[in-house]
Every structure is written in C-alpha cells, then in structure tokens.
C-alpha cells in the first residue's frame, strides 16, 4: 500500500510541474500575440497620419524604427 501512495505521489509531482510549464508557455504565447497586434496596430496609425498629411514619411519611418530598436533592447 505504501508503494502506491509512492507512486500516487510521485505523478501528481510530475503532473504539477507539467501543468505549469504548459500555462507558462500559454502565457508567453499570448503575452508575445498582443504585443505583435500591438505594434501592428501603431503601424498603421502612424501610416493612418502620413496619409492624411499630419505627418511626413521621414517621421513615420523614425517612429517605427524607434519602436523596433526599443522591442530589440526589451529583448535583450
């Protein structure tokens, strides 16, 4: 009886180290969609602006580099 309540132990051990490395990479998988939709989403406002003429290319070009230079030094 004593090896079962071993072996009982010793699965649920594994299923909870399982159980959060699966919800942890679910929330990295999400957390990395939303910033995509994110930074997509400020890609076009910025074109949004140079097409309606409140903003040049020069200056749309020099804000999404800025935000692609910040992603890089988040990352790193």
């Given at each position: 009886m004593d090896m079962l309540m071993q072996a009982a132990a010793d699965y649920y051990v594994i299923t909870v180290l399982g159980v959060c490395f699966a919800f942890g990479?679910?929330?990295k998988t999400?957390?990395?969609?939303?910033?995509n939709a994110t930074r997509e989403k400020?890609?076009?406002e910025i074109a949004a602006y140079i097409a309606e003429g409140s903003m040049s290319a020069d200056q749309g070009e020099r804000l999404i580099r800025a935000d692609v230079n910040r992603g890089h030094q988040h990352a790193a």
């Open positions: 990479t679910v929330m999400v957390a990395s969609i939303v910033g400020s890609r076009r």
